[in-house]
């Protein structure tokens, strides 16, 4: 019998326990060991992979686990870094389901959350901790607060601080901090218009843990926006940032040309010139990256159709496609109709924090709704609509008036 394949699964130990088709990536491993950053971000859109490849690093590095058997067989442990497994504690979070209307309710999401991997490591601790003494008071003094199910700001937001002292208290040995999706909680503030009833707390919730945290030894976030400099992470100015330029970490989110082809072989398909042209045309560090999410749909149904688009919309891009500048507004037109279009782009600031056309055609890169085939400078590039699915996101019509000009009509496809 075939393998299942990993739809919507992105629990790398299910995956492997469970004998799930799994494109070995684990080499990511060695690279984030040997590229040592205290402080990480790696960029990429989203269903391109990111929680897969937290919780693998997870599976490999916890010291309260027992990996040795998923990771058989798979590329990390023909390395020297395979003697690594299972020796560090691994604090872990996900806010990839952290959406809320209000401000309230959002804390409720984050502190339920942060509760969770408290309790994992109020059963490591067992009774053999002080809990008064300096090291663990504050640890405890939160999670019986998240047990009671109080929210407070101050206590909430040094939380992931309080856990990383405490771990290391108990191990001796400074926790790795993995945190997946960082940027959805504060993507749903600014969706629902309070972002700013939270951009104190989501400065201190991250800064205070992460930048210079002495008993930290490693932190890698993911997610869509790039951390900007100023304004709400002004405390993580101290971040390496990995974007979709970057050639580094560049193969491990999304498929390769041969991932895919062996891919779509082992369901008995073939990646023919339609199947590249609905699904490839994305550039992460110069390297050909087919939508994996697209080609795991298309090797399930056999069928060619919009499987990433249709996945939900970006409620972000359609009120900044509306609010652009004229400026902005004849670029695009340009990219609908030339194919592709010479632009100012920044990377370096989010959208969020510094909404001009500039951030808006980052956000446009960084979301997978646009590649860059060509970088003429730090800030000037030329973009393309990657491929036909994405294509099919945007309904345009040219009406000609007269030789001298025409009208372009464009809108985001409601889904």
Not at 60 to 77: C, N, R
Not at 112 to 137: C, M, N, Q, W
């Amino acid at each position: 019998m075939l393998k299942t394949l990993p739809i919507g699964n992105d629990d790398f130990r299910d995956i492997r326990e469970n004998h799930i088709y799994y494109v070995d990536k684990t080499l990511m491993i060695k690279d984030f060991i040997e590229y040592r950053d205290k402080v990480a971000l790696i960029t990429r859109p989203r269903r391109f992979g990111k929680t897969l490849s937290m919780t693998m690093l997870r599976e490999f590095f916890d010291i309260t686990k027992d990996s040795k058997a998923i990771f058989s067989g798979l590329a990390i442990m023909d390395t020297t870094y395979a003697k690594l497994i299972n020796s560090k504690p691994v604090i872990y979070f996900t806010f990839k389901d952290c959406n809320a209307l209000d401000a309230g309710s959002l804390k409720i999401k984050l502190a339920d959350i942060v509760r969770r991997e408290y309790a994992k490591y109020i059963l490591a601790f067992g009774d053999t901790t002080d809990k008064s003494h300096p090291y663990y008071l504050r640890f405890y003094q939160v999670y019986e607060m998240l047990c009671r199910g109080e929210i407070n700001e101050d206590y909430l937001s040094f939380s992931i601080g309080y856990l990383i002292t405490a771990v290391f208290a108990f191990y001796g040995i400074k926790p790795i901090v993995l945190i997946d999706e960082y940027d959805q909680p504060i993507i749903s503030s600014y969706d629902h218009k309070y972002h700013d009833h939270l951009s104190d707390f989501f400065s201190s919730f991250y800064g205070q843990a992460l930048k210079g945290h002495g008993d930290l030894d490693l932190a890698l976030l993911t997610g869509i926006q790039r951390v900007a400099k100023e304004s709400i992470f002004s405390k993580l100015n101290n971040i390496m940032v990995y974007t979709v330029l970057d050639h580094k970490y560049a193969s491990y989110f999304g498929l390769t040309g041969e991932e895919t082809q062996t891919l779509l072989q082992y369901y008995g398909l073939e990646l023919n010139e339609q199947v590249r042209a609905k699904y490839d045309g994305y550039l992460f560090g110069g390297i050909e990256i087919y939508n994996p999410w697209s080609i795991l749909y298309y090797a399930d149904k056999k069928e060619l159709d919009n499987y990433w688009i249709n996945t939900s919309t970006n409620s972000l891009i359609r009120e900044s496609l509306r609010e652009a500048d004229s400026h902005f507004h004849k670029q695009f037109e340009q990219l609908l109709i030339d194919g592709e279009a010479k632009v100012g782009v920044m990377l370096e600031t989010s959208f969020m924090e510094l909404a001009n056309r500039y951030t808006l055609w980052g956000l446009f890169i960084n979301s997978g709704y646009l590649t860059v085939t060509d970088k003429h400078s730090q800030q000037m590039m030329t973009v393309q609509i990657p491929n036909n699915e994405v294509k099919s996101e945007f309904q345009v019509s040219v009406a000609a008036h007269n030789k001298k000009n025409c009208e372009l009509a464009y809108k985001m496809i409601e889904n």
